[in-house]
């Protein structure tokens, strides 16, 4: 099978187009082609007036070694990449030893279906509760403004990226295509088939329920076990500081767990478990993150300055950005997990403190679109020595979280302030067009008392300087919410080539909140890339 690189097809094209349109690419008669199928699709929008749609495809042709010499020379023309994945292992009749995968994001759920399909039998332990009573305690803080520290946005089976956008795209390095086995498992559970193919595909929030319910049954029926309300409180590990071996886990019910293989995919809000693991020894470091606001807009301002005349387009759908700038200050502040059509939840895990995300649904046909602007934060930001205690970005942000719960009423009402306000450096008194989306809700304040200054100074140099490229980005009516302060993990706990944690043995720390991966496809990615290592060193530890 061929890759044709790029074809470039009018927006309005038909849904036949494709196939006489190949073929006049190819230079060949409709019958020489045996099969094809779109490999990507995205879109050139540079023009607005004349949008075009950009089509990757493998196809089969009759005779392709002298299509090949014909057109040897055509660099648009590769051979097809092999897209299947293949198991390096399968586990021996009679294993005894299962291994422990800590957490039920996307990374341990990738990690944990893996090693059930290669024989494995993982035992899965989650500290939030299953996604549909997860869910309703999810609403219980939007609705009624009571958290459940143990069951939130952050905690529960799926990870914070079921309450998300649900993206399913990454800039990460993937040249064994681990990323197509996510998706096709995302697919066998329930997702359209069209994240296959698009540029940027995404799921939504209750799709992703659907689809994590089915890949856990999928675990289940393979062997492997999966333990909600399960929060692990003690690593253990025999060995000293500099060298070490993982023995297994105890939970907080006090129950050990045996198991000198386990992964340890929690995500970047366990900041409880963070502690635990440096307590037993196990070498972490930190590492910088962001802090920022959300800004949400008008969708229709953002569709049309994006798209212009062809706004609304179905093939377009809700338009969206990605935004860059290098404030005076030093600081790059940049957009982060767009929500086209979407809108901005709480997504606190700890009491008296005030988070912000964004969430979408597939339709993403809400009224407003949001984005996080965030500004980095350095470890050289934190107070005291972080090179003698690397979990001091955890205080760092609950200290900004803290202040806007109480910028908020102390309510989990999220402290907001229109984008003219907080330009011209003063409180907002009332709201302006744009409509909030946060629940439970918003109290107009001054977002200054509960920003770093060196953050807001980068933010309102980035927000004049974006109103550049999207005009309206600056609207004084568009509103800004905080905080958002969980964009990446404070903390990377370093592993070697093997995957394994580099003074502890067995250990393997993945995922986000291990400070590897960044989204829900980098992390499944990171997940297989894991369980593949826990499978090779489980086969060789029956070997010796």
Known sequence: ??????????????????????????GIAAEELLDFRIAKRSHDARKKSAIVLIYQIDFSVRDEQTLRLRLQDDAKIIPAPDLDYRFPAQAPAGLSERPVIIGFGPCGLMAGLVLAQMGFRPIILERGKAVRERTQDTWGLWRKQVLNPES?????????????????????????????????????AGAPEEILYLSKPHIGTFRLVKMVEHMRASILALGGEIRFSSKVERLCREGNQESGQITGVELASGEFIASRHVVLAVGHSARDTFAAVQASGVFI??????????????????????????????????????????????????????CPGGQVVAAASEPGQVVTNGMSQYSRAERNANSALVVEVRPEDFPGDYRKNPLLGIEYQRQWERLAYQAGGETYDAPAQRVGDFLANRPSQALGAVEPSYQPGVRMTDLATCLPDYVCAALREAIVAFDRQIKGFAQDDALLTG???????????????????????????????AGYAGGILSAGVDGIKVAEAVALAMLAATKT
């Open 483 to 513: 905080v958002e302060t969980r964009t990446s993990s404070p903390i990377r706990i370093r592993r070697g080539d093997d995957f394994q944690s580099i003074n502890t043995r067995g250990l393997y720390p993945a995922g986000e909140g």
């Open 1 to 26: 099978m061929l890759r044709l690189t790029e074809l470039k097809l009018p927006l309005d094209h038909a849904d036949d187009a494709l196939r006489p349109a190949l073929c006049a690419r190819l």
């Open 152 to 188: 939130n946005v952050q905690f529960g089976e799926g990870g914070a990226g079921t309450f998300s956008d649900g993206k399913l795209y990454s800039q990460i390095k993937d040249p064994r295509h681990l990323g197509r086995k996510v998706m096709e498992e995302f697919v066998r």
């Open 285 to 338: 470091e930190a590492k910088p993150f962001a802090i920022g606001v959300r800004i949400e807009h008008p969708q229709q301002m953002i569709d049309q300055a994006r798209f212009g005349s062809n706004a609304g387009h179905p093939r377009l759908g809700a338009a969206d950005y990605k935004l860059v700038h290098h404030a005076s200050n030093g600081r790059a502040v940049y957009s982060f997990c767009m």
